[in-house]
């Protein structure tokens, strides 16, 4: 069964770092692209960005390049969306998600999501 | 950046209605378009790819068409678990962008 399993709320503050997980089971990690997916509070969806693990190939939506930054690692099956410096208006939850691997195909799968606030 | 404008945003419907939800997009896209359905606090799921494409295990009573730059879902007989949002999502060129959502709401 494919499952994508994200980590856990967190609550930071400005200016703060923060790494968030997903790990992925249940099929090959690196033969799919895993991406990023932002909904802001009562918001809709936006996309962030996506990397294939099994080359690192990234490409990132304009809105988000230079913001965050995505990573993985295919020892344990784990993508990652990081901050180097958070702002109040990065409150939302983030979705991991895996891409059908046919060209122009959808997101197949979705983790459970990851609410991050930022607030002083 | 391809803008997709869904049509309506919010839409009033009882149990049994066909139901139809459009999707525009600002320059043409091929069939590269996904929809997907939302329940509040819960991920999104995967409905329909490539336009028309039924997802496995997805209920036949959605049903998607459409190419280019206009798209529609339809649900042939709205159940209760369809009270949801629905996106459409155009994956034909970066970056990939979501309209701005339906919500169906129980009349």
């Known amino acids: 069964e494919v499952q994508l399993v994200q980590s856990g709320a967190e609550v930071k503050k400005p200016g703060e770092s923060l790494k968030i997980s997903c790990k992925a089971s249940?099929?090959?990690?690196?033969?799919?692209?895993i991406g990023w997916v932002r909904q802001m509070p009562g918001k809709g969806l936006e996309w962030m960005g996506i990397?294939?693990?099994?080359?690192?190939?990234?490409r990132y939506s304009p809105s988000f390049q230079g913001q965050v930054t995505l990573s993985a690692d295919k020892s344990i099956s784990t993508a990652y969306l990081q901050w180097s410096s958070l702002k109040a208006s990065d409150t939302a939850v983030y979705y991991c998600?895996?891409?059908?691997?046919?060209?122009?195909?959808?997101?197949?799968?979705w983790g459970q999501g990851t609410l991050v606030t930022v607030s002083s | 950046d391809i803008q997709l404008t869904q049509s309506p945003s919010f839409l009033s419907a009882s149990v049994g209605d066909r139901v139809t939800i459009t999707c525009r997009a600002s320059?043409?896209?091929?069939?590269?378009l996904a929809w997907y359905q939302q329940k509040p606090g819960k991920a999104p799921k995967l409905l329909i790819y490539?336009?028309?494409t039924l997802q496995s295990g997805v209920p036949s009573r959605f049903s998607g068409s459409g190419s280019g730059t206009e798209f529609t879902l339809t649900i042939s007989s709205l159940q209760p678990e369809d009270f949801a949002t629905y996106y459409c999502?155009?994956?034909?060129?970066?970056?990939?962008?979501f309209g701005q959502g339906t919500k169906v709401e129980n009349k």
């Open positions: 998600v895996r891409k059908i691997a046919a060209a122009g195909a959808a997101f197949d799968y």
């Open positions: 249940g099929y090959s990690f690196t033969n799919y692209w």
């Open positions: 990397i294939y693990p099994g080359g690192s190939d990234t």
């Open positions: 320059q043409g896209i091929s069939s590269y």
């Open positions: 490539a336009a028309s």
């Open positions: 999502q155009q994956l034909n060129s970066y970056p990939w962008t």
